[in-house]
């Protein structure tokens, strides 16, 4: 939570104003922060400072690991985030490849569980993953990435977390994710919770014990509408103890995750958190 609160601090204090076109506004922005999740010790980095909505979060990371394309899947599981960037940004909705009502494109799962391969067919790099961790090796290249630039064109977005990469040391195993680009008051609430799930589920169905989870954020930004709440409202508290996630045990492989996992799989135990603030999103 400290290193969350820092990095909002951080941006309020020396971040510089930049013109974003695709948004249309300004966001007060600085350059690379690096936060650091403790799995092996429980330390879940849900934001206290106000209510945090870890449900959807989880939904999201869930969809990205089932490959769902469509903002319709993610509301049945659980979350309402990609409503917006599917149906209501103009240049999207002009956009010759949207397939209708609700598509994202060829964005995060989409191409993480099928990579395309320029001479044909494709690669479930998340698949792959898995089977080699389960069987104990890391081949210093476990990456599981939703980055195609040949693909943008037919995407809502491009990723903004776009890359996970796994390590074994012994039996711990280690995740470093990098994002490009963060929307720090929204969207960082929901990363971190996406890191750690991410890499506490994967050590569960792969059999390993979970270590540390390493997150890269390269373009760090408060836009120009969240900053007032940001600085004189979510700042001006004092931080709560961190809650605990509970994962159920049952999920044992990568086909538990795409059949069967709901949200009720996950629980939060002593979330004690600040009134709720609603930050305007920018589509
Ligand atoms: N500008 C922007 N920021 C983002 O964080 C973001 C995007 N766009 N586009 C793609 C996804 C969608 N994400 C989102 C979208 C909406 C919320 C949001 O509205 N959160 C509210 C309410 C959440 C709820 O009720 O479930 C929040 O207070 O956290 C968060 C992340 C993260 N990403
Ligand atoms: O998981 C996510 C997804 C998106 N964001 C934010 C970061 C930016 O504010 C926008 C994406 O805009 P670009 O112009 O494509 O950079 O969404 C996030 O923080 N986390």
């Not at 429980?42 to 449900?55: A, D, N, Q």
């Not at 949207?98 to 994202?104: F, I, V």
């Not at 993953?129 to 693909?151: C, M, Q, S, W």
Request: negative net charge.
């Amino acid at each position: 939570m400290k290193q969350y609160l820092d990095l909002c601090q951080r941006i309020v204090d020396e971040g510089v104003w930049v013109e974003n076109e695709r948004t249309g506004k300004r966001c007060l922005t600085v350059i690379n922060a690096d936060l650091t999740y403790d799995v092996s010790k429980g330390e879940f980095p849900l934001v206290t400072t106000r209510k945090s909505y870890w449900k959807s979060a989880i939904a999201e990371i869930l969809g990205y690991l089932r490959g769902y394309d469509n903002a319709a899947d993610f509301r049945a599981l659980g979350t309402k985030t990609w409503d917006a960037n599917a149906n209501n940004n103009p240049a999207w909705l002009n956009n010759v490849h949207r397939k209708g009502e609700d598509d994202m494109g060829l964005c995060y799962g989409a191409i993480g569980r099928a990579f395309p391969k320029p001479d044909g067919g494709h690669i479930d790099l998340l698949k792959q993953i898995i089977e080699d961790l389960t069987k104990g090796v890391d081949n210093r290249g476990e990456i599981l990435t939703f980055y195609h630039p040949g693909a943008f064109h037919m995407a809502c977005l491009r990723p903004c977390m776009y890359s996970h990469h796994f390590s074994l040391l012994g039996d711990t195993l280690y995740l470093n994710s990098t994002q490009r680009s963060c929307d720090v008051p929204l969207g960082l609430n929901f990363n971190m919770v996406q890191v750690y799930v991410l890499l506490a589920i994967v050590a569960q169905i792969t059999g390993h014990k979970a270590g540390q989870a390493f997150h890269k954020i390269v373009n760090a930004h408060i836009y120009e509408d969240q900053l007032e709440l940001m600085r004189d409202v979510q700042l001006q508290r004092e931080p709560y103890a961190l809650p605990t996630l509970k994962i159920n045990p049952d999920i044992k492989s990568l086909e538990d995750i795409e059949t069967w996992v709901t949200m009720d799989d996950f629980s939060v135990e002593g979330y004690q958190f600040h009134e709720p603030i609603a930050y305007p999103f920018s589509v």
